[in-house]
């Protein structure tokens, strides 16, 4: 009883352009109905109540709106990938640096394959002398050679992956084609058009 009521008038606007594919109003009087075409900014779920065309009253709009929305994703994949990830693994030392020469206070033999990141602790402004604390990352490499066939399939999977990446929880990808195929400078260039319940 106690609960704050917002009654301010509020209406529920298409956020995107798109095919309204499902409504559902718990407050307010539905404009637009199932398979119908909106813009961006349109009224779909109205906070002003109308009783043949004059309005009787003004409430908050409440309800979910589901559509059909359209994307194109550009992706390009090489033919021959490499990526370095790090693998979790590091070791530190200190290092002291005199006229542009390293020197270890605790020698170990780095990774075979490894980031470097250096920070320093001590400079002179004086001396050509500084102290720093170096730390050495772990890198494998990941390398993978394609076909036409698999890096055409790869690119699917990545433009998927990143429309994915930006839809919320409730959305779902209803179907894709791909529009245009092209390969140059040693990869691929694939366009796909998706269709997107949102």
């Known amino acids: 009883n106690n609960a704050k009521i917002n009654k ?19 407050h307010g009087e539905i404009l637009k109905k199932k398979n119908d075409y909106v813009q961006k ?16 009253s003004k409430i908050r709009a409440e ?65 050509p002398i500084s102290f720093s604390y170096t730390t050495f990352h772990e890198i494998k490499v990941k390398e993978e050679i394609h076909n036409a066939k698999d890096a055409y399939q790869k690119a699917q999977e990545l433009a998927k992956k ?8 409730e959305d779902t990808i209803i179907s894709q084609k791909t529009l245009k195929k092209s390969h140059k400078n040693s990869k691929i260039v694939v366009d796909i058009f998706f269709k997107v319940k949102e």
């Open 63 to 127: 309800g979910t709106v589901f559509a059909e929305i359209w994307y194109q994703v550009q992706v390009e994949v090489p033919y021959h990938y490499r990526e370095e990830i790090k693998t979790g693994k590091k070791k530190s030392r200190f290092e002291i640096e005199f006229l542009n020469h390293s020197y270890t206070l605790f020698d170990f033999s780095p990774y075979e394959i490894s980031t470097k990141e250096r920070r320093k602790l001590i400079k002179s402004n004086l001396l």
């Open 41 to 56: 900014g349109d009224v779909i779920i109205s906070g002003i109540i109308k009783n043949k065309e004059t309005p009787v």
């Open 162 to 169: 990143k429309l994915k990446a930006k839809l919320g929880k």
């Open 8 to 26: 301010e008038e509020q209406s529920i606007i298409a956020k995107k352009s798109g095919r309204i594919l499902e409504i559902h109003a718990s």
